[in-house]
């Protein structure tokens, strides 16, 4: 099954700076993922992922800048 509904119009192919700019965003991801990793567990603490692992406040996708 594709990604688009039958409503939507088809997307036009990514530029090679986009891809590049998809392809470091993900770098950064599995670096910080990784790093978060090994950190030492909270005691005490919320569960789940580290709401501030990329530098923002998230939670369930959603974020906040403070």
């Known amino acids: ?3 688009q509904s039958e409503d939507e119009a088809p997307r036009p192919p990514l ?3 986009a891809r590049r700019a998809l392809a ?3 770098a950064r991801r599995r ?3 990784a790093k978060g990793a090994f950190a030492p567990k909270e005691e005490g603490g ?3 992922l580290e ?3 990329y530098g ?3 939670i369930k996708g959603l974020t906040s800048d403070f």
């Open 1 to 3: 099954m594709s990604e």
């Open 15 to 17: 530029s090679d700076a």
């Open 24 to 26: 470091e965003a993900e």
């Open 31 to 33: 670096e910080i993922d």
């Open 46 to 48: 919320r569960g789940g």
């Open 51 to 53: 709401p501030v692992r």
């Open 56 to 58: 923002d406040w998230e």
